[in-house]
């Protein structure tokens, strides 16, 4: 080897040597696997999609890519996912069709119960991009349902899942029974609809009498929510009353004043039609009467000739304990 | 019709060229490699398939016409061949015809060879996640005519670069409107914000000016579902009639030149 050759060699070495040690060095000053680097590469949606050059979709599948093995980095070490929406928001701006980014997104989020919100706004932001998908508002729904316990807005998106386009029967199914539970005789009403809605469209036998013992269940619970609400009223006009003639009766300064009833509730539920709140006592559709306690003012009613899920878990049917889940 | 020797010619001078099997050979890789992506995707497969795929034909495409394109009439030129070829009878605008058939052509066999592993890798990935191949088809294919019908345009803008400047000068100017064309949607959106109504209408007239290549970029929407085919066969007569202003252009510009 020439002296001229082995010099070259020599300066390789030391270059490729010396190169080797600032890339170590530099892998210590700033470790790009990081998780704060995260930040690095969540760059506004917007100037990301401008410099893509049209190429967007395959930026939100690299930044897709780059989201499961955050989330996977979290779920492993149980730290905080503060970037989980700027990086599901950012790949659903990139690619707005990406539906189930917003699924997992949602799913992935409504975890934590401070990111429940942002669960929710990310699959707004669905619902408005992708007006057919009806996976969407059903998400929603189930995400106000289980973490909000906001029946009613629950009940609301799954009405609007049910009717886009190829939704499943679900949809409806839990918008009326979600209706039911927000204990609101108005929208027990709209339950009432959607299963008689259910009842009238089921393809097949096993659905329509599905619907219709739901349907029946839904008018005892609308029945029930009333007469709850009418014998609430009649307990405030009754001790409104109690309070007015005791009141009255310490203006006239008498010697004794009224005594205080063992119960303001109605005595029976006839009282409710004689004090004009009702015009007549609703049945079931066995024609049997409402089981009603005067000292607790509670509603029941008898067993239906098949487990009514909801109504015994509410502890509405008469023996049954609502601490029990129903078998079937 | 004399540009139809000149064009066959092109066709088997590019094609024997080594870096269009190397770019050729990069492209495939990176179509097959997202099989490999798309098992790290959670359920995603076919979509990342599809949005790679597509993208590497378009970035590789663009790639051979930038850096093939540019050089086809200067090649001529500094080779003296042009004088040789102008000789014949061939009009000066049958040559720039000829030589941006060719080219054509070449970048015809080469997306359709890159065509050809997409949909392989895209039938094999849904193979595996039991997704309807057939039902993609038709939306992978209007994607690829279009990618297509850009990659001519910008072998248009590159011939008619070619005829006023170097190779390198015309591989930026192409390059540049590549990223204008891509970006002069967003562009006239910012015009709009800044209030300024002057500066709106430049950008406004710019924007009229230069190609709308993201006419031709249906595949984000594609991915996701059909497009219509008005919307499509507006897209590529868009693309088609700009070519040929592109090319008429060019002609022009040749007649006048003097070597």
Same mark, same amino acid.
């Given at each position: 080897?020439?002296?001229?050759?082995?010099?070259?060699?020599?300066?390789?070495?030391?270059?490729?040597?010396?190169?080797?040690?600032?890339?170590?060095?530099?892998?210590? $000053?700033?470790? /790009?696997?990081?998780?704060? %680097? =995260?930040?690095? &590469?969540?760059?506004?949606?917007?100037? @990301?999609?401008?410099?893509?050059?049209?190429?967007?979709?395959?930026?939100?599948?690299?930044?897709?890519?780059?989201?499961?093995?955050?989330?996977?980095?979290?779920?492993?070490?149980?730290?905080?996912?503060?970037?989980?929406?700027?990086?599901?928001?950012?790949?659903?701006?990139?690619?707005?069709?990406?539906?189930?980014?917003?699924?997992?997104?949602?799913?992935?989020?409504?975890?934590?119960?401070?990111?429940?919100?942002?669960?929710?706004?990310?699959?707004?932001?669905?619902?408005?991009?992708?007006?057919?998908?009806?996976?969407?508002?059903?998400?929603?729904?189930?995400?106000?349902?289980?973490?909000?316990?906001?029946?009613?807005?629950?009940?609301?998106?799954?009405?609007?899942?049910?009717?886009?386009?190829?939704?499943?029967?679900?949809?409806?199914?839990? $918008?009326?029974? /979600?209706?039911?539970?927000? %204990? =609101?005789?108005? &929208?027990?009403?709209?339950?009432?609809? @959607?299963?008689?809605?259910?009842?009238?469209?089921?393809?097949?036998?096993?659905?329509?009498?599905?619907?219709?013992?739901?349907?029946?269940?839904?008018?005892?619970?609308?029945?029930?929510?009333?007469?709850?609400?009418?014998?609430?009223?009649?307990?405030?006009?009754?001790?409104?009353?109690?309070?007015?003639?005791?009141?009255?009766?310490?203006?006239?300064?008498?010697?004794?004043?009224?005594?205080?009833?063992?119960?303001?509730?109605?005595?029976?539920?006839?009282?409710?039609?004689?004090?004009?709140?009702?015009?007549?006592?609703?049945?079931?559709?066995?024609?049997?009467?409402?089981?009603?306690?005067?000292?607790?003012?509670?509603?029941?009613?008898?067993?239906?000739?098949?487990?009514?899920?909801?109504?015994?878990?509410?502890?509405?049917?008469?023996?049954?304990?609502?601490?029990?889940?129903?078998?079937? | 019709?004399?540009?139809?020797?000149?064009?066959?010619?092109?066709?088997?001078?590019?094609?024997?060229?080594?870096?269009?099997?190397?770019?050729?050979?990069?492209?495939?890789?990176?179509?097959?490699?997202?099989?490999?992506?798309?098992?790290?995707?959670?359920?995603?497969?076919?979509?990342?398939?599809?949005?790679?795929?597509?993208?590497?034909?378009?970035?590789?495409?663009?790639?051979?016409?930038?850096?093939?394109?540019?050089?086809?009439?200067?090649?001529?030129?500094?080779?003296?061949?042009?004088?040789?070829?102008?000789?014949?009878?061939?009009?000066?605008?049958?040559?720039?015809?000829?030589?941006?058939?060719?080219?054509?052509?070449?970048?015809?066999?080469?997306?359709?060879?890159?065509?050809?592993?997409?949909?392989?890798?895209?039938?094999?990935?849904?193979?595996?996640?039991?997704?309807?191949?057939?039902?993609?088809?038709?939306?992978?294919?209007?994607?690829?005519?279009?990618?297509?019908?850009?990659?001519?345009?910008?072998?248009?803008?590159?011939?008619?670069?070619?005829?006023?400047?170097?190779?390198?000068?015309?591989?930026?100017?192409?390059?540049?409107?590549?990223?204008?064309?891509?970006?002069?949607?967003?562009?006239?959106?910012?015009?709009?914000?800044?209030?300024?109504?002057?500066?709106?209408?430049?950008?406004?007239?710019?924007?009229?000016?230069?190609?709308?290549?993201?006419?031709?970029?249906?595949?984000?929407?594609?991915?996701?579902?059909?497009?219509?085919?008005?919307?499509?066969?507006?897209?590529?007569?868009?693309?088609?009639?700009?070519?040929?202003?592109?090319?008429?252009?060019?002609?022009?510009?040749?007649?006048?030149?003097?070597?």
């Amino acid at each position: 080897m020439s002296l001229a050759r082995l010099i070259l060699a020599t300066l390789f070495c030391t270059v490729a040597f010396g190169s080797h040690l600032l890339h170590m060095r530099l892998q210590q $000053a700033l470790p /790009l696997t990081d998780p704060a %680097n =995260d930040k690095i &590469r969540l760059m506004p949606p917007d100037f @990301l999609r401008f410099v893509t050059l049209g190429h967007s979709n395959l930026m939100a599948d690299m930044l897709w890519l780059q989201l499961i093995q955050y989330y996977g980095a979290t779920a492993q070490e149980k730290s905080s996912r503060q970037y989980l929406y700027p990086y599901v928001d950012t790949i659903t701006s990139l690619s707005p069709d990406f539906e189930d980014a917003y699924i997992f997104g949602s799913y992935v989020l409504s975890d934590t119960p401070e990111q429940v919100k942002q669960s929710l706004q990310l699959l707004e932001k669905g619902m408005q991009q992708m007006p057919d998908s009806w996976m969407i508002p059903f998400q929603a729904g189930f995400v106000s349902y289980l973490h909000q316990k906001d029946y009613a807005k629950a009940a609301d998106y799954f009405v609007l899942a049910s009717k886009r386009p190829e939704a499943p029967r679900l949809a409806q199914e839990m $918008a009326a029974q /979600l209706n039911r539970r927000t %204990n =609101d005789y108005s &929208r027990c009403q709209l339950g009432l609809r @959607l299963w008689q809605d259910a009842f009238e469209n089921a393809p097949d036998g096993e659905l329509r009498a599905k619907a219709e013992k739901r349907g029946i269940e839904t008018r005892f619970h609308c029945d029930l929510i009333l007469l709850e609400a009418l014998i609430k009223k009649y307990q405030r006009d009754a001790l409104a009353t109690w309070e007015a003639s005791v009141a009255a009766a310490k203006k006239a300064e008498a010697d004794t004043l009224p005594p205080r009833p063992a119960s303001f509730y109605p005595a029976s539920l006839a009282e409710l039609v004689k004090a004009g709140m009702v015009s007549s006592l609703p049945k079931d559709p066995l024609q049997r009467d409402f089981v009603y306690q005067p000292q607790t003012g509670k509603i029941q009613v008898k067993p239906l000739p098949w487990p009514a899920y909801e109504l015994e878990l509410l502890g509405y049917v008469v023996g049954k304990d609502p601490q029990k889940k129903p078998t079937n | 019709m004399n540009f139809l020797p000149l064009a066959r010619n092109t066709l088997r001078e590019t094609i024997r060229d080594k870096i269009l099997y190397v770019i050729l050979l990069f492209a495939l890789l990176m179509i097959a490699s997202s099989i490999l992506l798309s098992f790290l995707s959670l359920n995603q497969q076919d979509k990342i398939v599809f949005d790679l795929g597509l993208s590497a034909i378009s970035i590789f495409g663009l790639i051979i016409t930038v850096f093939v394109g540019t050089n086809l009439v200067s090649k001529e030129i500094d080779k003296k061949t042009i004088y040789l070829i102008l000789s014949k009878p061939i009009r000066r605008g049958d040559f720039i015809l000829g030589k941006f058939l060719g080219l054509s052509l070449t970048l015809g066999v080469i997306i359709l060879a890159m065509a050809a592993a997409f949909f392989i890798v895209l039938w094999y990935t849904m193979s595996l996640t039991e997704s309807d191949f057939m039902a993609w088809l038709p939306n992978g294919s209007m994607a690829l005519v279009l990618i297509y019908i850009e990659m001519l345009l910008l072998t248009a803008a590159a011939i008619f670069f070619s005829t006023f400047s170097t190779p390198v000068m015309s591989a930026m100017f192409t390059l540049g409107l590549y990223m204008i064309g891509h970006m002069s949607n967003d562009m006239l959106n910012f015009g709009k914000l800044t209030g300024q109504e002057s500066l709106n209408q430049v950008i406004e007239t710019v924007f009229y000016i230069v190609p709308d290549l993201e006419r031709l970029n249906l595949k984000n929407v594609l991915v996701n579902q059909p497009v219509s085919p008005e919307i499509f066969a507006s897209s590529l007569s868009y693309g088609l009639l700009y070519i040929a202003g592109l090319l008429l252009l060019s002609m022009m510009i040749f007649e006048g030149r003097e070597f």
